[in-house]
């Protein structure tokens, strides 16, 4: 069975800096996708970033990029230029390519952006 | 399009009591999921259908049925509530986007069990 490990329950950040958040996944499978979830207070889940197992190259958007070390079995999340809005409790999770879809989750990191 | 949506987005309940908490998507996906969410804990899935007419038990399964009335909607029903149900339940539909299942969420249904 899967499982997905954030180690940091908090972290905090100054507005306009930048912090990473770190993931950890332990599988026996060779191809699956990894995400990070953003939850803010209102308490919709939205998708951040995915990432191809397959692919070598990190995936961003915008402001996130991911640091995937497949060997390593780590996926971090880097906020660049952070801002009040991207305070949220965040989550990482995983997904195996193809047969079940189901999402395994991390137990999350709440993130604080100090004005 | 709405997406995904829950009712009811709060409930009360007495230990013993059962309820139904509804979810509808309008995406025309063929999978839903029902997720709980408790504190310090990420999302658990509890039952999932990767079409219609088809159920599976996820990882905590005991304690609640579920019903796929069609391809819309997927029902989660606790016939006797217990307060360790206590938590927060997410719907999410899904539909496969070039090898992966990008889910959507619905707002989620707090539910406190007295």
């Known amino acids: 069975a899967q499982t997905v490990t954030q180690s940091q329950p908090e972290m905090s950040v100054q507005e306009a800096e930048t912090v990473t958040l770190s993931c950890t996944y332990d599988?026996?499978?060779?191809?699956?996708?990894l995400f990070w979830y953003k939850q803010p207070p209102s308490r919709q889940m939205i998708l951040v970033i995915r990432q191809e197992a397959y692919k070598q190259q990190n995936a961003t958007e915008n402001r996130f990029s991911v640091n995937f070390q497949k060997a390593a079995k780590s996926f971090s999340l880097k906020i660049s230029d952070s801002q009040l809005g991207d305070a949220a409790m965040y989550f990482c999770a995983f997904q195996t390519q193809g047969g079940s879809e189901k999402l395994v989750f991390g137990k999350g990191t709440k993130l604080t952006v100090n004005p | 399009n709405a997406g995904v949506t829950q009712t009811p987005k709060f409930q009360v309940l007495k230990t013993g009591q059962s309820m139904t908490l509804q979810c509808a998507q309008d995406m025309n996906h063929n999978s839903m999921y029902w997720y709980r969410q408790d504190p310090g804990m990420g999302l658990r899935l509890i039952y999932y259908s990767a079409s219609e007419g088809t159920t599976d038990k996820g990882e905590v399964p005991n304690g609640y049925n579920v019903s796929r009335l069609n391809k819309r909607e997927f029902s989660l029903r606790l016939e006797s509530a217990a307060p360790s149900q206590t938590s927060v339940y997410f719907c999410?539909?899904?539909?496969?986007?070039?090898?992966?299942?990008?889910?959507?969420f619905g707002p989620g249904t707090r539910l406190t069990v007295l």
């Open positions: 599988t026996s499978e060779s191809d699956y996708y």
């Open positions: 999410a539909s899904s539909e496969e986007a070039g090898g992966y299942n990008e889910q959507f």
